[in-house]
C-alpha cells in the first residue's frame, strides 16, 4: 500500500492549497495594520501640504473622506478577523475576499488622484505627488507580497494613471520624462512582485510540506510503536504454546506424528528454497524453468497463447555502484515486491503464471495471454518500476526494458522462448529503454552485429581508431563572443559506417571500455582547443564509470599536462544522473577538481533529478538547460527556462541554454536574462579546424563591424 511520501510533489501540492491560502490570509492581515495608518497618514498629508501650498483642489477633501471611510471600513474588517481569533479554513476565502476588495478600493481611489487633481497642481505638486505615489506601490508591494495577483493589481492602479497622465498631458520635457521613468519603475515593480511574491508563496510551501512531513514521520513511528506491542503479545503467546507443547512431548504417539509433520514440513521448505530466490522470496531460475516447462507442455495440449516478458533493470548499475550494495539490494527487493503486486492488483493478474528473477538484476514474467495482453503488462511494469524508491534521505529512480517472446510463434522450448525475450530485451535496451520490444526474426543478425561492434569499440578505446571529435560554439548573448566549444564524440568504423553516439556510449558502459574510451576523447578534445584563442575554453562529457573511479582526478590531471591545456580551460560536463551516486564521493571528486581550477557543469538540467537539495550538495560552476524545453518554450519551457535562470542566480552559477535554432527562441531566452546560448542558430558542430577558421572569421568579422 502506496504511503504519502510517495504521493508525486505536485498531488502533496495540490493538497496543501487550501491551507497555502489560509496562510497567505493570515500573512496578509498580520500586516494590514501597518498599511492602514501609512495609507490614512499618506492621503492626509497629501491633502494638507496641498492646502499649506495655496489651496486643496476642488473636490480634495471629498477624496479624503472617501479614503477615510475605506479605510475605516478595513479597520473595522480587521478588528472582527482579530476578534474572531483570525481565519480558518472554512472562512479563509472570505476573508481574502474581503481583503482584497479594501487593497482595490484604496488603490482606485489613490489611481483617481492624478485625473482629478493633476491638471490643478503645479509642476513641483505633481513631482511629489509622482514620488509619494511610487513609495506607496513600493511599500505596498512588500505588504502584499502573499498575493501575487493583488500585488500586481495595486501597483497597476496606483502607477498607471499618474505615469499616463505626465507622458500624454504632461508640460515639458521634465514631465514626460518622468512619465517614462514612471513606466520604468511599473516595470520594475511587477518583477519585484513576481520574484517577492514567488519568494513567499515557496516559503510558505515548503512550512507546510515540512509540516505535512513531520506529522507523517509521527503516524509511521506510532504505527511501528503499535507493531512492537503487538510483536511482543505474540511472543508471550508463542511462548505460552510452547510451554504446553512441551507438557504433552512425553507422549509417544503425539511425538511420532510431530517428527513426521516436522520432516514433510522440512522437505517441502528445501524443495521451496530450491526454487526460491533468496533476496527476493521469487521463483529462481530453477523455478521458473520448472513452472516454464508445465505451462509449455500444458499449452501443446490446450493451444492457448503464452507470453513470456525478459525485465532488464535500467540504470541499477549506476545505483548498485554510486550508492552501494545497500542500495542494489533494496532496489531489487522492492521490485519485486511490485512484480508480486502486479499478480494482485492488475486486470492481467489472475492469467500472470509465475514471476521469477532471472539473475542480477533481470527478471522474467510469465503470462498466459496474446501479444496485446504480453504489451498491456509490459506497458503497467514500466509505469510501476519508473515511481521511485525512498533510499536514506532521498529517492532513486530505475527502468526496465522488457522483451517478449510468445510461444509458439518464438519458440516452443524454454530455452529458445528465453533466449528470444533476451533478444527483445536487448533491442528495447539499445533504443534508450524504458520501452518494451516484441521479438521478431531480424534479432538474430541484429545480435551478432551487437556483439561484433562490442568487440570493435574496445578496440576503438585502447587505439583511437575512427574517432573524431565535432566542436560546437557556446556563445555569449551580451558581446556576442565564443567563450567556450563543447566537444562531441563521433566514431566511424570501417564495417558499420557512423555509430551515433547515444548507440555506442551506451555499448562502452555495457563491456567496460568507457573509461580508457573517455580519457582518450578527453584528451583529443585538450590537444584539439590548445591551438585556438585562450579566452576559449573547451566542455568534454565525463561518464559517471569515471567519476567514480578512485583515481579519477590524476587521470584527469595527467591529461592536462600531457596536452598543455591549463586546467582553466577545462569544463567537464556530468549529467543530472550524478545525483543519484554516492554523495560523499561525488562531491569529494568535483570540489577536488574545481580546486584545481577546472569548472564543473550539470549538463541536460531540468530533465531528470533536478533540485535544489542536490545543488547546495555538489558543487557545479554551469547549468546546461536540456534543449528539449526550447523546443517546447509555449508548452511551459519558457518557465521551466525562468526557473532555472533563478536557480542559477541564487547559486552564483552560470547558464547555458542549449538548443537554439531560430531567432525568436534566441529573442525569448535573451528576454528571460539568459546570458549564454548554444545551438544551430550560432553554428553546427564542426571540425578543430573548420572550428578555428569560423572563429577567425567571426573576429574578423567584428572587427571591421567596430571599424
Not at 572563429?695 to 567596430?706: D, N, P, S, V
Request: glycine share 8%; hydrophobic share 50%; with cysteine.
Amino acid at each position: 500500500m502506496d504511503t504519502a511520501d510517495d504521493k508525486p510533489m505536485d498531488a502533496l501540492h495540490a493538497e496543501l492549497a487550501p491551507t497555502l491560502l489560509l496562510d497567505h490570509v493570515r500573512l496578509l492581515y498580520a500586516q494590514s495594520l501597518v498599511a492602514l495608518l501609512v495609507n490614512g497618514s499618506v492621503a492626509s498629508g497629501l491633502v494638507y501640504l496641498s492646502r499649506v501650498g495655496g489651496a486643496v483642489p476642488e473636490g480634495g477633501f471629498l477624496w479624503l473622506g472617501g479614503m477615510w471611510i475605506v479605510l475605516l471600513l478595513r479597520t473595522w474588517g480587521l478588528i472582527v478577523y482579530r476578534r474572531r481569533g483570525e481565519a480558518t479554513l472554512a472562512t479563509a476565502p472570505r476573508w481574502m475576499r474581503w481583503h482584497v476588495c479594501g487593497v482595490l478600493a484604496v488603490a482606485v481611489l489613490w489611481g483617481l488622484w492624478a485625473p482629478l487633481f493633476f491638471a490643478k497642481l503645479d509642476v513641483s505638486a505633481r513631482a511629489f505627488t509622482t514620488v509619494v505615489i511610487c513609495a506607496m506601490t513600493s511599500g505596498g508591494v512588500a505588504v502584499l507580497a502573499a498575493s501575487r495577483a493583488l500585488a500586481a493589481s495595486f501597483c497597476c492602479l496606483l502607477l498607471v494613471p499618474p505615469t499616463l497622465w505626465l507622458l500624454l498631458l504632461g508640460e515639458g520635457a521634465s514631465e514626460r520624462t518622468l512619465g517614462m521613468l514612471g513606466c520604468v519603475y511599473l516595470v520594475a515593480m511587477f518583477f519585484s512582485v513576481m520574484t517577492l511574491s514567488g519568494s513567499v508563496t515557496r516559503a510558505l510551501r515548503l512550512s507546510r510540506v515540512n509540516q505535512h512531513l513531520s506529522q507523517l514521520a509521527d503516524s509511521q513511528r506510532a504505527a511501528t510503536e503499535q507493531s512492537n506491542a503487538r510483536l511482543a503479545q505474540a511472543e508471550q503467546a508463542l511462548l505460552t504454546a510452547n510451554q504446553e507443547l512441551e507438557g504433552r512431548v512425553q507422549q509417544r504417539t503425539t511425538e511420532l506424528q510431530r517428527e513426521v509433520a516436522e520432516r514433510v514440513r522440512y522437505q517441502r521448505e528445501l524443495e521451496r528454497m530450491a526454487r526460491s530466490d533468496a533476496l527476493t522470496g521469487l521463483l529462481n531460475r530453477s523455478g521458473l524453468n520448472l513452472v516454464l516447462d508445465a505451462a509449455l507442455q500444458r499449452r501443446e495440449v490446450e493451444g492457448s497463447a503464452l507470453a513470456l516478458l525478459f525485465v532488464d533493470l535500467d540504470r541499477f548499475k549506476e545505483v548498485n555502484d554510486g550508492l552501494g550494495h545497500a542500495a542494489g539490494d533494496l532496489v531489487l527487493r522492492t521490485v519485486a515486491q511490485r512484480l508480486s503486486l502486479l499478480g494482485e492488483t492488475s486486470a492481467l493478474g489472475e492469467n500472470l503464471l509465475a514471476c521469477a528473477r532471472w539473475g542480477g538484476d533481470e527478471f522474467v514474467l510469465l503470462l498466459s495471454g496474446d501479444t496485446a495482453a504480453a504489451q498491456a503488462l509490459a506497458e503497467t511494469l514500466l509505469a510501476s518500476l519508473g515511481a521511485p524508491i525512498a533510499f536514506g534521505d532521498g529517492v532513486v529512480r530505475i527502468g526496465g526494458s522488457i522483451g517478449i517472446a510468445l510461444a509458439p510463434e518464438h519458440g516452443r522450448d524454454a530455452q529458445t522462448l528465453i533466449r528470444h525475450a533476451d533478444l527483445a530485451m536487448y533491442a528495447a535496451k539499445s533504443e534508450h529503454g524504458d520501452q518494451a520490444r516484441v521479438y521478431w526474426s531480424a534479432l538474430g543478425a541484429e545480435s551478432q552485429r551487437r556483439v561484433a561492434m562490442h568487440q570493435a569499440l574496445r578496440g576503438c578505446a585502447d587505439s583511437g581508431d575512427g574517432l573524431t571529435l565535432m566542436f560546437q560554439p557556446i556563445v555569449d548573448l551580451e558581446d556576442g563572443r565564443v567563450r567556450a566549444v563543447e566537444a562531441l564524440a563521433r566514431w566511424r568504423h570501417s564495417e558499420f559506417g557512423p555509430v551515433a553516439p547515444d548507440v555506442f556510449i551506451p555499448l562502452a558502459e555495457e563491456n567496460g571500455s568507457i573509461i580508457a574510451l573517455g580519457y582518450r576523447l578527453l584528451e583529443m578534445a585538450c590537444r584539439s582547443v590548445c591551438g585556438l584563442p585562450s579566452s576559449v575554453s573547451v566542455a568534454v562529457n565525463l561518464s559517471m564509470v569515471q567519476l567514480l573511479q578512485h583515481d579519477c582526478v590524476d587521470r584527469i590531471e595527467a591529461v592536462l599536462a600531457a596536452s598543455g591545456l591549463a586546467p582553466q580551460r577545462l569544463e567537464l560536463e556530468l549529467t543530472e544522473s550524478v545525483f543519484a551516486l554516492d554523495g560523499a564521493h561525488v562531491g569529494a571528486v568535483l570540489s577536488a577538481l574545481r580546486a584545481r581550477g577546472v569548472r564543473v557543469a550539470i549538463d541536460d538540467f531540468g530533465s531528470g533529478y533536478s533540485s535544489l537539495a542536490y545543488l547546495r550538495r555538489f558543487p557545479a560552476d554551469v547549468l546546461k538547460v536540456d534543449r528539449s524545453f526550447i523546443s517546447a518554450l509555449d508548452q511551459g519551457g519558457e518557465a521551466i527556462i525562468a526557473a532555472a535562470l533563478s536557480m542559477a542566480r541564487a547559486f552564483g552559477l552560470e547558464l547555458v541554454v542549449e538548443g537554439v535554432e531560430t531567432s525568436e527562441q534566441l529573442e525569448r531566452v535573451r528576454r528571460l536574462g539568459a546570458r549564454r546560448a548554444q545551438g544551430y542558430y550560432f553554428a553546427r558542430p564542426q571540425s578543430a579546424a573548420a572550428l578555428a577558421d569560423w572563429l577567425h572569421a567571426r573576429a574578423a568579422a567584428r572587427i571591421g563591424l567596430q571599424a
